[in-house]
């Protein structure tokens, strides 16, 4: 009986130490994987300036014979990376790449079309869902509309010949009020609350150039950048001048980060410039002093207020200071940046999603070890590189992305096993409630879904198929689960809501 129970508690002994010997080498394994995926990132960005170099000799008449093929180091770099990144999310989802079959042909759908919004006759180039409670979309087009609907029951709420040339950028600056920019050189506000009946322009500001851009940076602020590589800040409740800052280059997109109260532009040069809001000699504080004390958190204007004065785009207050706090250089090769934009979850994770000229969308992490003393340092490095997606057709187009953040179970860890030791354990697949998304355009007229839970690689979880032309961008709603509206050059905006399980 005692030899029993001394080899029985031999063989658990040992099958013990098996198991511990099997996790401490996955989790090796897991590390050795990393350090190749960062290897073949430097790899990528070495042999990117190196063909720069080459290209701008050849330029300069300077023939210079490299013994590798540098374009065919880059390209085998980035093809083997896409290809173990696949590899890695098969083996998560329990599917073999040699079967041929994608995940999405291995599941079912994980997506369907709730709604298809047919009001516009042109192109649509920009969305955005309303955080009411009313189930609203704006979309505005190159037909110069800008349409309201709720966008489960397809319903028309307000529809305005809002502009005199195309529209290109769409934001709500609260549940009533609407701000729209277009090529027509203005940026208008308007009030959506009184349904179709009501088409009066709250507010109209006047840019330089047409306008590529405009976001709401508070109750009644907000930022514009123009073609003419000006960008300006707006405060509607003066009825008058804006703070415009000229640049070097061309801004295309802005994006805005309340939390740390920055402006980020992406720009023609391939660098996401971040201006810090909160100094004191920065452009708002000196545009406030001079019209009178007016607070910062009165509401603006209402329905009731009737048309306002035009804006202009004079400054106020003496020559504008705005504060650039760091630069980010999203590419070794400076591809011009179309969209970029920021967002900040209820659990405090922050990402920059940056889409560029290179047919190429980036995915940036906020750094934390940036913050101290309860502020952000000043210099580089307060975002670091995490995803990258290729493929995407954004040369030439303005492909406006939407990402989504999933919310994550706590796992819960055997008091058997040391701190780390559970790094190597498989863990079943994850609901897709639980991945971040990133939702692009993508080939033969589809969107794509893509997870990007993973630091590395982006894998495409979907394509959104039935669009008959190029889809020109997509966006999500901040909900408990992923809704997302596609736009397209057909003049429809679907939306694509999780398939019930």
């Known amino acids: 009986m005692a030899d029993h129970s001394a080899s029985s508690a031999a063989s658990q002994g040992a099958a013990s130490a098996s198991q511990h010997q099997r996790i401490l080498l ?233 939390a740390a109260q920055q402006l980020l532009m992406g720009q023609s040069n391939g660098v996401v410039s971040i201006w810090d809001m909160r100094r004191p000699d920065q452009v708002l504080s000196t545009a406030n002093s001079s019209i009178g004390g007016i607070l910062p958190g009165s509401n603006i204007p209402g329905s009731n207020s009737g048309l306002m004065a035009s804006g202009s785009t004079n400054s106020v207050g003496g020559p504008p200071r705005f504060t650039r706090a760091t630069e980010i250089e999203n590419e070794p090769s400076r591809s011009p940046i179309s969209f970029i934009a920021h967002f900040h979850s209820d659990d405090d994770t922050c990402r920059l999603l940056c889409v560029s000229g290179d047919n190429m969308v980036r995915l940036y992490r906020g750094n934390f070890s940036a913050f101290t003393g309860g502020g952000r340092k000043d210099g580089i490095g307060l975002y670091v590189l995490r995803n990258v997606l290729a493929g995407v057709p954004t040369r030439g187009n303005v492909m406006r992305c939407g990402f989504w953040k999933g919310e994550r179970d706590k796992t819960e860890m055997s008091v058997f096993f040391d701190d780390g030791e559970m790094d190597g354990v498989s863990r079943p697949p994850r609901r897709l409630t639980e991945c971040d998304l990133l939702v692009t355009g993508g080939p033969d007229n589809t969107a794509q879904v893509c997870d990007v839970t993973d630091d590395g690689g982006a894998v495409v979880l979907e394509r959104l198929e039935g669009h008959r032309d190029r889809v020109t961008g997509a966006t999500v709603r901040r909900s408990r689960k992923p809704i997302i509206a596609t736009m397209s050059a057909d003049s429809t905006v679907r939306i694509w809501m999780p398939v019930k399980s």
Request: hydrophobic share 35%; proline share 2%; charged share 20%.
């Open 26 to 258: 996955q989790k090796q394994l897991t590390e050795v994987r990393m350090e190749n995926t960062i290897l073949r990132q430097q790899l990528y960005q070495v042999s990117t300036l190196l063909d720069i170099a080459v290209s701008k000799l050849g330029t300069m008449g300077v023939s210079l014979e490299t013994p590798i093929d540098i374009r065919a180091l880059r390209t085998e770099a980035l093809q083997r990376a896409h290809a173990e990144t696949a590899q890695a999310q098969y083996n998560a989802i329990g599917a073999s790449p040699e079967s041929g079959k994608s995940p999405a042909q291995h599941h079912s759908k994980k997506f369907q079309m709730r709604q298809q919004l047919r009001e516009h006759t042109r192109a649509v180039q920009c969305c955005a869902f309303s955080d009411s409670e009313d189930l609203l979309i704006a979309t505005g087009g190159m037909d110069c509309r800008l349409i309201v609907q709720n966008y489960l029951s397809g319903a028309k709420l307000w529809d305005a010949t809002a502009h005199e040339e195309a529209v290109s950028d769409v934001a709500w600056m609260n549940h009533n009020c609407l701000l729209s920019a277009s090529y027509d050189n203005t940026v208008k506000l308007w009030d959506v609350n009184g349904g179709t009946t009501n088409k009066d322009v709250l507010y109209q500001y006047t840019t330089h150039g047409f306008v590529l851009s405009a976001i709401p940076l508070g109750p009644s602020l907000f930022a514009c950048a123009d073609s003419r590589h000006k960008t300006a800040i707006v405060d509607v409740r003066v009825g008058g001048k804006g703070m415009v800052q000229e640049h070097d280059y061309r801004i295309n997109s802005l994006s805005y980060d309340e």
